[in-house]
């Protein structure tokens, strides 16, 4: 539970705002002060997470409180309350985490905790990265996981494309509902690190108020966790601290043999087994999480890389298919069709370089 003071000079402002907070949940309210000068002289002993700060204050306003309070508690996120807007850049200009006008509505309430729970994770991420090494894949931080034992078949995931997911003896296993299936894509996405319950509505349920947010999320949750439990894997999903993880020890995936083949860096004898495994598409392509956005650019240029840096050192056959795939991945690049002709020649295909010389001229013609 995360602990929060509260600084604003009318009485009934401080009343709200603590209903708010207690109807949202997982925020402690551990002070309120109506004068900022009591609120700093208290804040480095109480040590909050968030300070939820009114901007006009008498004496010392709230702008200019920001900078005593973050000097007293360095690793607080502020989050500005206000009547009035016009002071929204100002208070941006302060790295702080939200800007709320009164009266706060419960929804955008939400948003702003949401924004700091997934602060709040990536820090934790890269910590961990920065002392594993920043892999494409980091491995989980998740201390006390107990994965299945070795003897039990796991689930096989697929995730190059669309999202399928097979039991050990080959069924495909069918979701609930559209949104239980994402809210599995969702953790599976962050293998076994936690992720904040205020990160997963945000991600899943933004337009939704807060009160139907959780409805809905522990609704999947209970539809994800009957999904598990039926193929024997009870305790699939797991709860600590306001966060949801899932054991990962229980699936193997596309994804994690094609990552395994990009580490080991020698594509020249993986460019047949590589460009199978991503004939699929991207990562979750045809699912459209927008969450999964960037780490499906993350990999589509590792895998870019991977194919170029092999061109050189396959077999002509094996060239033709990365050409191939490297064009349709990335169509507008010229020099690809150039190599692909020479490949063509070579292999006496005049049918082949006639149609890619075709494919160059259109391309050509749409870039004039």
């Not at 809210?183 to 899943?204: G, T």
Request: glycine content about 8%; some cysteine; aromatic content about 10%.
């Amino acid at each position: 539970m995360w602990r929060a003071i509260l600084i604003d000079d009318e009485e009934i402002a401080l009343d709200v705002m603590g209903i708010l907070l207690d109807e949202v949940g997982d925020v402690e309210v551990v002070g309120r002060f109506q004068l900022v000068t009591e609120a700093i002289e208290q804040c480095g002993t109480l040590q909050p997470d968030l300070i939820f700060l009114d901007i006009e204050m008498p004496g010392m306003g709230g702008l200019e409180a920001a900078g005593a309070l973050a000097a007293c508690c360095p690793d607080a996120e502020i989050v500005f309350v206000t009547a009035h807007d016009q002071y929204a850049i100002d208070a941006f200009d302060t790295s702080a985490i939200g800007y709320l006008l009164k009266p706060v509505a419960k929804d955008r309430l939400v948003k702003t905790l949401s924004r700091y729970a997934e602060r709040q994770a990536k820090r934790q991420i890269r910590s961990v990265e920065s002392m594993r090494g920043n892999e494409l894949n980091a491995a989980s931080p998740a201390a006390g996981l107990e994965g299945y034992a070795e003897d039990k078949p796991r689930l096989l995931l697929k995730v190059l494309g669309s999202m399928e997911l097979y039991a050990p003896d080959g069924r495909l296993l069918t979701w609930r509902t559209k949104k239980t299936k994402e809210l599995f894509a969702l953790l599976w996405h962050h293998r076994s690190r936690p992720v904040y319950k205020y990160a997963i509505l945000e991600y899943l349920w933004p337009d939704d108020s807060a009160e139907r947010g959780q409805k809905l999320l522990h609704t999947s949750l209970y539809y994800l966790r009957s999904l598990f439990k039926a193929e024997g894997y009870d305790g699939f999903v797991k709860y600590g601290d306001e966060r949801y993880w899932i054991d990962s020890s229980a699936i193997r995936s596309d994804l994690e043999e094609l990552l395994g083949m990009l580490k080991e860096g020698d594509a020249a004898t993986k460019a047949e087994d590589m460009i199978r495994l991503y004939s699929g598409g991207d990562y979750l392509e045809m699912e459209h999480y927008e969450w999964a956005n960037a780490y499906r650019m993350e990999l589509r240029s590792a895998m870019m890389s991977s194919m170029n840096a092999a061109l050189g050192r396959v077999p002509n056959e094996f060239r033709l298919q990365l050409l191939w795939k490297l064009i349709e991945l990335e169509p507008s690049r010229l020099p690809y069709y150039d190599l692909l002709v020479d490949c063509l020649y070579q292999a006496g295909d005049e049918d082949g370089v006639r149609r890619v010389r075709a494919m160059m001229e259109q391309m050509e013609l749409k870039g004039e």
